[in-house]
Nanobody, 119 residues
């Protein structure tokens, strides 16, 4: 069983920065992709960013230019650097691992870390 543990959330003022971390219980060197999602109260979970095993990154329009996703394979960790935070970025942030096994891709989720942007 693969486990993902997020950390780094907290309370930050608008315009501030946070860096989220997600530690995976296995090597992420050959995974299919990893991503970050978020869910605000009363809203559906939405995609934020993805990084593939080849290092290709993609972002939702709402965070493009402000957030950066990256990995440290030696630490089995994926990061989300969040800059210029806005109140609408307030949400529970989840890490997701897409693990390819044979011809199938299996998703694994972390428990989430809360980010609150408020003055």
């Amino acid at each position: 069983q693969v486990q993902l543990v997020e950390s780094g959330g907290g309370l930050v003022q608008p315009g501030g920065s946070l860096r989220l971390s997600c530690v995976v219980s296995r090597s992420i060197f050959s995974i299919y992709a990893m991503g970050w999602y978020r869910q605000a109260p009363g809203k559906q979970r939405e995609w934020v960013a993805t990084i593939t095993s080849g290092g290709t990154t993609s972002y939702s329009d709402s965070v493009k230019g402000r957030f950066t996703i990256s990995t440290d394979n030696a630490k089995n960790t994926v990061y989300l650097q969040m800059n210029s935070l806005k109140p609408e970025d307030t949400a529970n942030y989840f890490c997701k691992l897409d693990l390819k096994q044979g011809v199938s891709i299996y998703p694994y989720w972390g428990q989430g870390t809360q980010v609150t942007v408020s003055s």
